[in-house]
């Protein structure tokens, strides 16, 4: 590869990773391509709106993968928040008030849909135009294992029965984490489809577990 | 004055019914949760008996699972049915309501049974139509069960 090329494909690639915005500001109506932060207007520096065409990965700037880094995207929602939270703007005019609130509330919706594995899928399925199909599972096989597993924990009394069932539904939520992973690298939608209707079953399982825990009283 | 007390009477009245129909929108239907903490035959029948169908469903975008069984005599009436459901209240009171239906049915009867009937009687908001549609199927899988159970027999 030419000097040349690489440099063109490098610009090219940072076109796409570093995601700025172009816009004239509401509050002025300067046009505005360097906002400070990606948020605010670098000339009257009021709060600029959310950007309705971004989705949750963009607007929390994390690169828009099912292996997301946790503490990375802890870290992206808490900078936000710095900056965004409402409490910032209780002495500013009213419609700053209002995109504050509304920013932050999709901010935190953001996150909590990208940290949830589960929710994570399903957003990721969504924004590839497909949903999980409402319609009544006929794979037998499955819903019997399912259905013994369910039964298991509603039949488990000793708190080591219920430690055991937690860890072995937790890791099988890990395994198909992984196994998600790989099917949105391939682009496989289909089969991530399957996995996530999965993943909705063993979490299902998780929230009757912790239930369970909870009303036992265990201490972890 | 005769007059006017019912009147005011009336009026009150309407006006706390007003209000209680305001909680109700906002949470599940009387008999949802009469369903919900009395549910009706649950328990499990014999898989393996000739004369016992079994259905078992599920509901990919909410994750419950429902397994319904009908046992059903020499002339072809449903005399027992039983359920069991992991998963949220409506899809519970739908499994609920649908056994209590089936019992005394004949098995084409039990066959026309539908899933609006079951949301209709439970009030149910349009995102939980689908727990219904979920007490439907399982009901048509428990009656599969039993004629291919039959027919085999037969064989």
Redesign the interface.
């Known amino acids: 590869m030419s000097i040349g090329r690489f440099v063109w494909n490098f610009g090219r690639q940072n076109r796409f990773t570093i995601h700025q915005r172009y816009r004239s500001c509401w509050s002025c109506g300067k046009n505005d391509n360097n906002l400070i932060s990606n948020l605010f207007c670098s000339h009257c520096k009021a709060l600029q709106k959310p950007d309705k065409a971004e989705n949750y990965f963009c607007i929390l700037g994390v690169k828009e993968t099912y292996d997301v880094d946790e503490t990375d995207l802890a870290k992206k929602y808490k900078d936000l928040q710095k900056y965004l939270h409402p409490d910032k703007y209780a002495n500013r005019d009213q419609k700053e008030q209002e995109i504050s609130a509304q920013y932050s509330s999709i901010v935190n919706d953001a996150y909590k849909t990208l940290l949830e594995p589960l929710a994570r899928g399903i957003y990721m399925l969504r924004l590839r135009g497909k949903e999980i199909p409402e319609n009544t599972e006929a794979d037998q096989e499955f819903l019997v294992k399912i259905m013994e597993k369910n039964e298991e924990v509603e039949e488990a009394s000793t708190e080591e029965d219920i430690i055991k069932l937690n860890k072995e539904n937790k890791a099988m939520i890990k395994d198909l984490q992984k196994k998600l992973s790989t099917a949105f690298f391939d682009g496989d939608l289909k089969r991530v489809t399957k996995l996530l209707t999965y993943m909705k079953y063993y979490t299902s399982i998780d929230t009757q577990i912790e239930t369970a825990i909870r009303n036992k009283g265990i201490i972890r | 004055m005769a007059f006017l007390l019912p009147n005011i009477y009336k009026c009150l009245c309407f006006r706390s019914q007003t209000g209680l129909n305001a909680v109700q929108t906002a949470s599940y239907h009387a008999n949802v949760i009469d369903h919900y903490e009395n549910p009706r035959n649950v328990g499990s029948l014999d898989k393996k008996d000739k004369s016992v169908g079994t259905g078992?469903?599920?509901?990919?975008?909410?994750?419950?699972?429902m397994?319904l069984q009908i046992k059903v005599d020499e002339n072809g009436k449903i005399i027992d049915a039983k359920f069991?459901t992991?998963?949220c209240g409506s899809a519970i009171a739908s499994s609920s309501l649908a056994t209590e239906w089936v019992k005394g049915k004949t098995v084409d009867e039990a066959l026309k049974l539908k899933n609006t009937d079951i949301a209709k009687e439970l009030s149910l908001p349009p995102v939980k139509l689908?727990c219904s549609?979920?007490a439907e199927?399982a009901i048509k899988?428990a009656l599969s069960d039993y004629r291919i159970k039959q027919q085999t027999d037969k064989n």
């Open positions: 078992l469903v599920g509901a990919p975008a909410c994750g419950d699972v397994k069991k992991f998963g689908h549609m979920l199927d899988a």
